[in-house]
């Protein structure tokens, strides 16, 4: 079945610009996760959707949002971008919504969509 | 607050040697411990995990040992190769939620 698929793959902004990443899950994956990679800081979580509502937030700022649609399709938006926001945004899905007890819940990443901020 | 620590950022092995890769936790409720690869270019991929009531978990050239007691977890590659030259994340789950260590870059030598 198809994997994970972000768009889109690269962009370009300016400082002050807003903008919008796309992320489509795998087919029947609920859930899904975005996350922010820079050089030395590993993966930072950004949230977590399921089921159209963010269950999980980590520690960014209101600039950055995201929503979930009624077909597990998912969108962040980052706003009055900064040059600090230039990194590799990464979009993960996950089938398991039944807690601790039904294995390891296995994160399926995207290839990412990699910010560039001028 | 890093829950998930990688101290080493990089590492060299020759080929056909041992790769032992390297992981602190700080957090006694994480459920699941797991190990990501990623190549440049590409999203992280899923390599091998363990349950928090395990203490080794092996997958071909791949075994993740656990020492909760120390709160580290390892991950060693036997034989190395190098197509295993990657970026290596260590990851702690508890239900949802995700940490991630900042990785170490593994380079096998041939």
């Given at each position: 079945?198809?994997?994970?698929?972000?768009?889109?793959?690269?962009?370009?902004?300016?400082?002050?610009?807003?903008?919008?990443?796309?992320?489509?899950?795998?087919?029947?994956?609920?859930?899904?996760?975005?996350?922010?990679?820079?050089?030395?800081?590993?993966?930072?979580?950004?949230?977590?959707?399921?089921?159209?509502?963010?269950?999980?937030?980590?520690?960014?700022?209101?600039?950055?949002?995201?929503?979930?649609?009624?077909?597990?399709?998912?969108?962040?938006?980052?706003?009055?971008?900064?040059?600090?926001?230039?990194?590799?945004?990464?979009?993960?899905?996950?089938?398991?919504?039944?807690?601790?007890?039904?294995?390891?819940?296995?994160?399926?990443?995207?290839?990412?969509?990699?910010?560039?901020?001028? | 607050?890093?829950?998930?620590?990688?101290?080493?950022?990089s590492?060299?092995?020759?080929?056909?040697?041992?790769?032992?890769?390297?992981?602190?936790?700080?957090?006694?409720?994480?459920?699941?411990?797991?190990?990501?690869?990623?190549?440049?270019?590409?999203?992280?991929?899923?390599?091998?995990?363990?349950?928090?009531?395990?203490?080794?978990?092996?997958?071909?050239?791949?075994?993740?040992?656990?020492?909760?007691?120390?709160?580290?977890?390892?991950?060693?590659?036997?034989?190395?190769?190098?197509?295993?030259?990657?970026v290596?994340?260590?990851?702690?789950?508890?239900?949802?939620?995700?940490?991630?260590?900042?990785?170490t870059s593994l380079?096998?030598?041939?």
């Amino acid at each position: 079945k198809a994997g994970v698929t972000q768009t889109p793959r690269y962009l370009i902004k300016t400082r002050g610009q807003q903008v919008t990443l796309s992320c489509s899950p795998i087919s029947g994956h609920r859930s899904v996760s975005w996350y922010q990679q820079t050089p030395g800081q590993g993966l930072q979580f950004l949230f977590e959707y399921f089921s159209e509502t963010q269950r999980n937030k980590g520690n960014f700022p209101g600039r950055f949002s995201g929503r979930q649609f009624s077909n597990s399709r998912s969108e962040m938006n980052v706003s009055t971008l900064e040059l600090g926001d230039s990194a590799l945004y990464l979009c993960a899905s996950s089938p398991n919504n039944r807690g601790v007890f039904s294995g390891a819940n296995v994160l399926t990443f995207g290839a990412g969509s990699r910010l560039t901020v001028l | 607050d890093q829950q998930v620590k990688q101290n080493s950022p990089s590492l060299s092995v020759q080929e056909g040697r041992i790769s032992i890769l390297n992981c602190d936790y700080t957090n006694s409720m994480f459920d699941y411990f797991l190990w990501y690869k990623k190549y440049p270019a590409e999203g992280p991929t899923f390599l091998i995990s363990i349950s928090s009531i395990k203490d080794k978990n092996e997958d071909g050239r791949f075994t993740v040992f656990l020492n909760k007691s120390a709160k580290h977890l390892s991950l060693h590659i036997v034989p190395s190769q190098p197509g295993d030259s990657a970026v290596y994340f260590c990851a702690a789950s508890r239900g949802n939620q995700f940490y991630f260590g900042t990785g170490t870059s593994l380079t096998v030598i041939p």
